[in-house]
């Protein structure tokens, strides 16, 4: 068993150690009694679902909460910390899942904010800032131009900013808080590469994620969280996918979602070269093609930020098509205002169900008739029928094994896998010909996502067109009968699921074409 | 045991209900109290006599009929400009354009008066209110397009269309609607004719039931429409409307209009009720006035009434005030300041009274000048 | 991935980017110099008119461009301006001395501003409805200590600074004027260099633009936001003062008569940079330059058009330039540090 401890970690000298952390929030108790060890050089992964309470015990260790119990010891000192610069000061750097950057900024200003080298009169030099990061950035092989302006950088590079930024703070602790999310996989594997040079350079890495992969190919230790414990210390030699999974969720978990073969029925959505703007009028859908039929998955794969959002607005008629052609069924939708599209049956699960999903304020009955408040029964001549809509509330909060206390109760108070739930609710419990799901179970719980993966399955089963678009692979694998890889805007290659294998998808993901 | 159960819901049920309703009043309830203190100092500070002065108040706006009269006449206008703010408010806009929404409602209401000769009563004094609520509409539109289609803020848009009133409304009395009586140098537009004038029942102004009758509809239409359904999904958030296939452009020049209707409305009825004619210089900061009333109110066209009589009693018993304890009236605005902030700042009184809980209807206005 | 090391070459395309305003400001300097050709006195006089006009104005803006570049939306100027403009007043009658009174009236703004920033930052209050709170405080505060016919000993009077101004048509109009229109001038190139040049500068856009990732580097956001803030109220009491102790001279109950609010759209116009507020300042103190100049003339307009024009000018403004100018992005919105 202690054949293949860590050759590092365990002989190290400690770097960071948590002791009995706690935190309280209204209604949640996020960290319940943590114990936390990192050595010098070592990466440590820290794995858990969404909610385990790894974005909060991270922000607890850099500073931005302070813990209601528990002890910190950096390098041997005990530490409080009441804010960031705290930890910074520390060497404590942390590279936050939603990039800390401002947009509108370039590079250099960026990396130096907070810690400006100033000369007379708090005037900054900007020349000697450009010079500092390119010397960081040839020091750590993390190639990047200081000049440049952030909201023009891909995601990727933006990455490496926050990277330097910790680094050009003297940094020899980083936190990587779900760093792969917004990467394809040779990306992924790129910023592995990184963090080994990083850790053979004295820095010490804690990388939190809840890909089970990742964990097994770059960490040195894994500690596993759930329900705000730490359930385990385990090493990648002695683990499994299967046994992590089992340890992050507490039960056994089938990672395959039961499926019987589809059933392609007529062709229900057309798409031909549509091309689509974003805010700032560049062009994100650069001539995207494909069709669903009745009764097929086709999942849509790619990193985010290559023109899904903007595809699917314009698919449901939230945003203006400039190019190409949409038809549903025999009618076309290229130029139809949002309530054309659904009153053809298009049922939608939005990408962000907080913006466009639901109406916080309102009531969980009240959000279950947001896009059928106008038909009988729940209104009449334009009077709303408040019975009919409450009996519609207790009907679906039923059917669809909704979490809440009454269906008075904001929706806004609801958990993610409930709100979730209630948006799922409201778009299956109609006739529906083509379901349009954009990431549906992106940071709900396992049993949330059991459930969701569930009811797609069987609209499909039930002759029912789904458009899934998803940067999660795994879902992508496990739900799909045909693959549409996207990238840059476009469709480079549809697979049918027998032929999409993990690596054939990820290189597809990275914009290499084939052939 | 049955009926055990069943009382005892009752019982849960209606401690509820109280403790909602609590909830409710409770934070405009400590904020006017709140105000008052804060009056009273300023007015010791400045070496006047506190309760002098708000027993003064007091009995100008309530100590006879003359006075309630005068108080809910004074109140008439402030709830059209409540109601016209707080209907805004509902669909996420903030109309600070009451003012010159009720002006050009009074103006144009006058000029139905007293240009048209020889209608029933029956007929021309509803038409009179019609038309000025329509010009107000009108004048709310303008805001609410330019939103729309260019994303003008229309918390500047409407302040400065307040302004535009302004000299619009001069400009008419004192040119082509003047008073042209001999003997008259002042800027005035001639008396309407008996038929555009709005009756008084007893001691309570017909204005008074009518802007009643406009909380009740108002209200109707927000909570119990498809269309008050849209404004309020809207009001809470655009972009889950646009995604229930609301459209948002055509909610909000409508909740802009039906705003400028109530206001213009406002203008029409303190034309044919109060003024018999329009006058300029009537009813400046009544537009600000709204906003206090409207936020006192919670936003909900029922607790407009209140916050608008509180509001009329002090404007109606200012003079009283003046005569008799020589407290200058502009004390009043300085109390609704107080109070408007205390309202907005609930956070604090809720603090002083210990409540938890945030409010269900609670929109942002703030988004930056851009508006979407 | 592409990753050129040449940097954005700002400094060459600037004509070219900006070839509308490079155009428009040729049209302006021909157009002046035609109209000084023809009439040199009253250009003279309408262009004087117009720099003073355009003082309490441009101090306006840069009050709200200081706040909002740091998040927070200010549409209390007008009642910043108003209690600046009153306290400056009621200073110079009691006290006799304009300089005390000039340094009463900025402490006026500056406390309006502080409120402000309670407001908006340590209450979350929304930031509108904190405005509006000011501004009808400062009616009811102004219109209830206000007492009509107090006179003061005088008010700040123009000198010429050597022999700048001797130049025609520029010495008469930038280098003989009173105190508080030079110092404008010079703020607003002070607040240009302080806000892209200097560490506060940088820091306040970063506050402005991207709170968590300021805080996130050990900037604390409502402390710059108090600072910024309160520093905004100073500016807007400063041109309240403008006009009690410079302008008009006296005070009159609602005197501001919304320039505070005319300020903003002056601010979104030059959009939020102290220049191009300096420059939007102008124009809108030309409509107010002509109102005078065209009485004198004696067209024949009634005088409720001629009063409009700054209003309807800023609502064209607004509807023409709001949509393609960036707002700080983070305005309005107050900074919830811990949001669990």
């Not at chain 1, 996989?185 to 004295?202: D, K, R, V």
């Not at chain 1, 230790?221 to 299967?242: D, F, H, M, N, Q």
């Not at chain 2, 409207?294 to 407009?304: D, I, Q, S």
């Given at each position: 068993?202690?054949?293949?401890?860590?050759?590092?970690?365990?002989d190290?000298?400690?770097?960071?150690?948590?002791?009995?952390?706690?935190?309280?929030?209204?209604?949640?108790?996020?960290?319940?009694?943590v114990?936390?060890?990192l050595?010098?050089?070592?990466?440590?992964a820290?794995?858990?679902?969404?909610?385990?309470?790894?974005s909060?015990?991270?922000?607890?260790?850099?500073?931005?909460?302070?813990?209601?119990?528990?002890?910190i010891?950096?390098?041997?000192?005990?530490v409080?910390l009441?804010?960031?610069?705290?930890?910074?000061?520390?060497?404590?750097?942390?590279v936050?899942?939603h990039f800390?950057?401002?947009?509108?900024?370039?590079v250099?200003?960026?990396v130096?904010?907070?810690?400006?080298v100033?000369?007379?009169?708090?005037?900054i030099?900007?020349?000697?800032?450009?010079r500092?990061?390119?010397?960081l950035?040839?020091?750590?092989?993390l190639?990047?131009?200081?000049?440049a302006?952030?909201e023009?950088?891909p995601?990727?590079?933006?990455?490496r900013?926050?990277?330097?930024?910790?680094?050009?703070?003297?940094?020899?602790?980083?936190?990587?808080?779900?760093?792969?999310?917004?990467l394809?996989p040779?990306?992924?594997?790129?910023?592995?590469?990184?963090?080994?040079?990083?850790?053979?350079q004295?820095?010490?890495?804690?990388?939190?994620?809840?890909?089970?992969?990742?964990?097994l190919?770059?960490?040195?230790?894994?500690?596993?969280?759930?329900?705000?414990?730490?359930?385990?210390?385990?090493?990648?030699?002695e683990?499994?996918?299967?046994?992590?999974?089992?340890?992050?969720?507490?039960r056994?978990?089938?990672?395959q979602?039961?499926?019987?073969?589809?059933?392609?029925?007529?062709?229900?959505?057309k798409i031909?070269?549509?091309?689509?703007?974003?805010?700032?009028?560049?062009?994100?859908?650069k001539?995207?093609?494909?069709d669903?039929?009745?009764?097929?998955?086709?999942?849509?794969?790619g990193?985010?930020?290559?023109?899904?959002?903007?595809?699917?607005?314009?698919?449901?008629?939230l945003?203006?098509?400039?190019?190409?052609?949409?038809?549903?069924?025999?009618?076309?939708?290229?130029?139809?205002?949002?309530?054309?599209?659904?009153?053809?049956?298009?049922?939608?699960i939005?990408?962000?169900?907080?913006?466009h999903?639901?109406?916080?304020?309102?009531?969980?009955?009240?959000?279950?008739?947001?896009?059928?408040?106008?038909?009988?029964?729940?209104?009449?001549?334009a009077?709303?029928?408040?019975d009919?809509?409450?009996?519609?509330?207790?009907?679906l909060?039923?059917?669809?094994?909704?979490?809440?206390?009454?269906?008075?109760?904001?929706?806004?108070?609801?958990?993610g896998g409930?709100?979730?739930?209630?948006?799922?609710?409201?778009e299956?419990?109609?006739?529906?010909?083509?379901?349009?799901?954009?990431?549906?179970?992106?940071?709900?719980?396992?049993?949330?996502?059991?459930?969701?993966?569930?009811q797609?399955?069987?609209?499909?089963?039930?002759?029912?067109?789904?458009?899934?678009?998803?940067?999660?692979?795994?879902?992508?694998?496990?739900?799909?009968?045909?693959?549409?890889v996207?990238?840059?805007?476009?469709?480079?290659?549809?697979?049918?699921?027998?032929e999409?294998?993990?690596?054939?998808?990820?290189?597809?993901?990275?914009?290499?074409?084939?052939? | 045991?049955?009926?055990?159960?069943?009382?005892?819901?009752t019982?849960?049920?209606?401690?509820?209900?109280?403790?909602?309703?609590?909830?409710?009043?409770?934070?405009?309830?400590?904020a006017?109290?709140?105000?008052?203190?804060?009056?009273?100092?300023?007015?010791?500070?400045?070496?006047?006599?506190?309760?002098?002065?708000?027993?003064?108040?007091?009995?100008?706006?309530?100590?006879?009929?003359?006075?309630?009269?005068?108080?809910?006449?004074?109140?008439?206008?402030?709830?059209?400009?409540g109601?016209?703010v707080?209907f805004?408010?509902?669909?996420?806009?903030?109309?600070?354009?009451?003012q010159?929404?009720?002006?050009?409602?009074?103006?144009?209401?006058a000029?139905?008066g007293?240009?048209?000769?020889?209608?029933?009563?029956?007929?021309?004094?509803?038409?009179?209110?019609?038309?000025?609520?329509l010009?107000?509409a009108?004048?709310?539109?303008?805001?609410?397009?330019?939103?729309t289609?260019?994303?003008?803020?229309?918390?500047?848009?409407?302040?400065?269309?307040?302004?535009v009133?302004?000299?619009?409304?001069?400009?008419?009395?004192?040119?082509?609607?003047?008073?042209?009586?001999?003997?008259?140098?002042?800027?005035?537009?001639?008396?309407?004719?008996?038929s555009?004038?709005?009756?008084?029942?007893?001691?309570?102004?017909?204005?008074?039931?009518?802007?009643?009758?406009?909380?009740?509809?108002a209200?109707?239409?927000?909570?119990?429409?498809?269309?008050?359904?849209?404004?309020r999904?809207?009001?809470?958030?655009?972009?889950?409307?646009?995604?229930?296939?609301?459209?948002?452009?055509?909610?909000?020049?409508?909740?802009?209009?039906?705003?400028?209707?109530?206001?213009?409305?406002?203008?029409?009825?303190?034309?044919?009720?109060?003024?018999?004619?329009?006058?300029?210089?009537?009813?400046?900061?009544?537009?600000?006035?709204?906003?206090?009333?409207?936020l006192?109110?919670?936003?909900?066209?029922?607790?407009?009434?209140?916050?608008?009589?509180?509001?009329?009693?002090?404007?109606?018993?200012?003079?009283?005030?003046?005569?008799s304890?020589?407290?200058?009236?502009?004390?009043?605005?300085?109390i609704?300041?107080?109070?408007?902030?205390?309202v907005?700042?609930?956070?604090?009184?809720?603090?002083?009274?210990?409540?938890?809980?945030?409010d269900?209807?609670?929109?942002?206005?703030?988004?930056?000048?851009?508006?979407? | 991935?592409?990753?050129?090391?040449?940097?954005r070459?700002?400094?060459?395309?600037?004509?070219?980017?900006?070839?509308?305003?490079?155009?428009?400001?040729?049209?302006?300097i021909?157009?002046?110099?035609?109209?000084?050709?023809?009439?040199?006195?009253?250009?003279?006089?309408?262009?004087?008119?117009?720099?003073?006009q355009?003082?309490?104005?441009v101090l306006?803006?840069?009050?709200?461009?200081?706040?909002e570049?740091?998040?927070?939306?200010?549409?209390?100027?007008?009642?910043?301006?108003?209690?600046?403009?009153?306290l400056a007043?009621m200073?110079?009658?009691?006290?006799?001395?304009?300089?005390?009174?000039?340094?009463?009236?900025?402490?006026?703004?500056?406390?309006?501003?502080?409120?402000?920033?309670?407001?908006?930052?340590?209450?979350?209050?929304?930031?509108?409805?904190?405005?509006?709170?000011?501004?009808?405080?400062?009616?009811g505060?102004?219109?209830?200590?206000?007492?009509?016919?107090l006179t003061?000993?005088?008010?700040?009077?123009?000198?010429?600074?050597?022999?700048?101004?001797?130049?025609?048509?520029?010495?008469p109009v930038?280098?003989?004027?009173?105190?508080?229109?030079?110092?404008?001038?010079?703020?607003?190139?002070?607040?240009?260099?302080?806000?892209?040049?200097?560490?506060?500068?940088?820091?306040?856009?970063?506050?402005?633009?991207?709170?968590?990732?300021?805080?996130t580097?050990?900037?604390?956001?409502?402390?710059?936001?108090y600072?910024?803030?309160?520093?905004?109220?100073?500016?807007?009491?400063?041109?309240?003062a403008?006009?009690?102790?410079?302008?008009v001279?006296?005070?009159e109950?609602?005197?501001?008569?919304g320039?505070?609010?005319?300020?903003?759209?002056?601010?979104?116009?030059g959009?939020?940079?102290?220049?191009?507020?300096?420059?939007?300042?102008?124009?809108?103190?030309f409509?107010?330059?002509?109102?005078?100049?065209?009485?004198?003339?004696?067209?024949?307009?009634?005088?409720?058009?001629?009063?409009?024009?700054?209003?309807?000018l800023?609502?064209l403004?607004?509807a023409?330039?709001?949509?393609?100018?960036?707002?700080?992005?983070?305005?309005?919105?107050?900074?919830?540090?811990?949001g669990?």
């Amino acid at each position: 068993m202690s054949d293949r401890l860590s050759p590092i970690a365990d002989d190290a000298p400690i770097v960071l150690e948590a002791k009995g952390i706690t935190k309280q929030f209204p209604g949640v108790l996020a960290n319940d009694q943590v114990d936390l060890v990192l050595h010098r050089g070592e990466i440590l992964a820290m794995l858990g679902e969404n909610g385990a309470g790894k974005s909060t015990l991270m922000s607890i260790l850099s500073g931005l909460y302070t813990p209601d119990a528990g002890e910190i010891w950096i390098k041997g000192e005990h530490v409080t910390l009441h804010s960031p610069g705290d930890a910074i000061i520390r060497g404590v750097g942390m590279v936050y899942q939603h990039f800390q950057l401002v947009p509108v900024m370039t590079v250099a200003e960026n990396v130096i904010l907070g810690a400006e080298v100033v000369k007379a009169g708090g005037y900054i030099d900007i020349r000697e800032a450009n010079r500092r990061v390119r010397e960081l950035s040839k020091q750590y092989g993390l190639e990047i131009d200081p000049t440049a302006v952030i909201e023009d950088l891909p995601v990727g590079l933006q990455q490496r900013v926050e990277i330097i930024k910790a680094l050009y703070r003297q940094a020899d602790i980083l936190i990587l808080d779900e760093p792969t999310a917004v990467l394809t996989p040779q990306e992924s594997n790129e910023l592995f590469q990184i963090m080994h040079q990083l850790t053979a350079q004295g820095v010490s890495i804690i990388f939190i994620t809840h890909k089970l992969k990742e964990v097994l190919t770059v960490a040195d230790r894994i500690v596993v969280l759930r329900g705000g414990k730490a359930v385990g210390t385990v090493y990648p030699a002695e683990s499994t996918e299967a046994s992590l999974a089992e340890l992050m969720v507490g039960r056994k978990v089938i990672l395959q979602v039961d499926k019987k073969r589809a059933q392609p029925g007529k062709t229900v959505l057309k798409i031909e070269n549509l091309e689509v703007l974003d805010e700032r009028k560049h062009k994100v859908v650069k001539g995207l093609s494909l069709d669903v039929r009745e009764g097929e998955i086709l999942a849509v794969a790619g990193v985010q930020g290559n023109g899904q959002r903007e595809f699917v607005e314009a698919l449901t008629g939230l945003r203006p098509v400039v190019g190409g052609h949409i038809f549903i069924e025999d009618e076309e939708t290229t130029h139809s205002i949002p309530r054309k599209i659904s009153e053809l049956d298009v049922a939608h699960i939005p990408e962000d169900r907080e913006k466009h999903g639901l109406v916080m304020p309102y009531s969980v009955a009240d959000n279950l008739v947001l896009n059928r408040y106008f038909h009988e029964p729940f209104s009449h001549r334009a009077v709303l029928n408040r019975d009919a809509i409450a009996e519609n509330g207790r009907n679906l909060v039923k059917e669809f094994d909704v979490r809440t206390p009454s269906i008075e109760t904001h929706a806004g108070s609801l958990s993610g896998g409930n709100k979730q739930k209630v948006i799922v609710a409201r778009e299956l419990s109609r006739p529906v010909k083509l379901l349009v799901a954009n990431q549906p179970t992106r940071g709900i719980d396992v049993g949330s996502i059991e459930f969701i993966h569930n009811q797609i399955v069987a609209q499909r089963d039930a002759g029912v067109a789904v458009l899934l678009v998803s940067a999660e692979l795994d879902e992508v694998l496990s739900l799909a009968d045909r693959v549409a890889v996207m990238f840059d805007g476009h469709i480079v290659k549809t697979l049918p699921i027998e032929e999409a294998t993990r690596e054939r998808v990820g290189l597809l993901m990275a914009g290499s074409e084939e052939e | 045991m049955a009926t055990d159960t069943t009382s005892n819901e009752t019982v849960n049920r209606t401690a509820r209900y109280l403790r909602k309703a609590w909830q409710g009043i409770s934070v405009p309830l400590v904020a006017v109290l709140l105000g008052l203190i804060i009056g009273a100092l300023l007015l010791l500070v400045s070496g006047a006599q506190p309760l002098s002065a708000y027993g003064a108040l007091f009995e100008g706006a309530f100590g006879t009929p003359a006075a309630i009269q005068r108080t809910l006449e004074k109140a008439t206008p402030l709830i059209f400009a409540g109601l016209a703010v707080a209907f805004a408010f509902k669909a996420g806009l903030f109309n600070i354009g009451a003012q010159g929404q009720l002006l050009i409602g009074a103006v144009v209401a006058a000029y139905v008066g007293f240009s048209i000769q020889g209608l029933p009563a029956i007929i021309h004094a509803p038409l009179a209110l019609l038309i000025g609520g329509l010009a107000g509409a009108l004048y709310g539109f303008i805001p609410g397009a330019l939103k729309t289609y260019t994303g003008a803020h229309e918390v500047i848009t409407t302040i400065m269309l307040n302004y535009v009133a302004i000299n619009i409304t001069d400009y008419l009395a004192d040119g082509p609607w003047k008073d042209m009586t001999p003997g008259n140098i002042v800027a005035r537009t001639p008396k309407i004719f008996p038929s555009a004038v709005l009756p008084s029942l007893g001691n309570i102004p017909t204005g008074f039931i009518l802007a009643l009758l406009a909380a009740v509809v108002a209200w109707w239409i927000l909570y119990r429409t498809t269309l008050g359904y849209e404004i309020r999904t809207v009001g809470l958030n655009s972009s889950a409307a646009q995604y229930a296939g609301i459209r948002v452009a055509k909610i909000v020049i409508l909740s802009m209009m039906i705003s400028g209707f109530l206001a213009g409305m406002g203008g029409a009825v303190e034309t044919q009720g109060i003024n018999g004619r329009f006058q300029p210089g009537f009813n400046t900061g009544i537009g600000f006035d709204g906003i206090t009333i409207a936020l006192l109110g919670k936003t909900n066209p029922f607790g407009v009434i209140p916050a608008a009589l509180l509001l009329g009693a002090m404007r109606a018993g200012s003079s009283k005030m003046q005569f008799s304890a020589g407290v200058a009236p502009e004390i009043t605005d300085v109390i609704t300041a107080v109070i408007l902030f205390f309202v907005a700042a609930d956070i604090i009184v809720k603090t002083l009274i210990r409540q938890r809980g945030t409010d269900d209807d609670k929109v942002t206005l703030s988004t930056g000048w851009s508006g979407h | 991935m592409e990753l050129t090391a040449v940097p954005r070459k700002i400094s060459t395309n600037w004509f070219i980017k900006n070839r509308w305003l490079v155009l428009i400001f040729i049209i302006i300097i021909g157009s002046i110099a035609y109209a000084y050709a023809v009439n040199g006195r009253v250009t003279t006089a309408v262009l004087a008119s117009t720099l003073r006009q355009s003082t309490p104005l441009v101090l306006g803006a840069l009050c709200g461009l200081i706040c909002e570049r740091s998040g927070v939306i200010n549409i209390g100027i007008e009642g910043q301006m108003l209690m600046g403009a009153f306290l400056a007043f009621m200073a110079n009658v009691y006290l006799g001395n304009l300089w005390v009174a000039l340094a009463i009236g900025i402490l006026a703004g500056a406390l309006m501003g502080l409120l402000l920033a309670f407001m908006s930052v340590t209450l979350k209050m929304d930031q509108i409805i904190g405005g509006t709170v000011i501004n009808i405080l400062a009616i009811g505060l102004t219109g209830y200590f206000y007492i009509s016919g107090l006179t003061t000993q005088g008010k700040f009077q123009p000198f010429a600074l050597g022999p700048l101004a001797e130049i025609p048509l520029i010495g008469p109009v930038f280098f003989k004027n009173p105190p508080i229109t030079y110092m404008a001038i010079v703020i607003v190139f002070v607040l240009h260099y302080v806000l892209f040049y200097t560490r506060w500068g940088l820091r306040t856009r970063a506050v402005g633009e991207h709170p968590s990732a300021a805080d996130t580097v050990g900037i604390n956001v409502y402390k710059m936001r108090y600072i910024n803030v309160t520093i905004g109220g100073m500016l807007a009491g400063l041109a309240g003062a403008f006009l009690t102790l410079e302008g008009v001279g006296t005070f009159e109950r609602g005197m501001t008569n919304g320039r505070g609010f005319l300020a903003l759209a002056i601010m979104i116009f030059g959009k939020w940079t102290p220049l191009g507020a300096w420059g939007a300042a102008f124009l809108f103190g030309f409509t107010y330059a002509i109102q005078t100049q065209l009485q004198f003339m004696g067209v024949n307009l009634p005088p409720q058009f001629i009063g409009s024009l700054p209003y309807i000018l800023t609502i064209l403004v607004l509807a023409g330039f709001v949509g393609r100018s960036r707002p700080p992005a983070a305005e309005g919105k107050p900074y919830e540090k811990e949001g669990g």
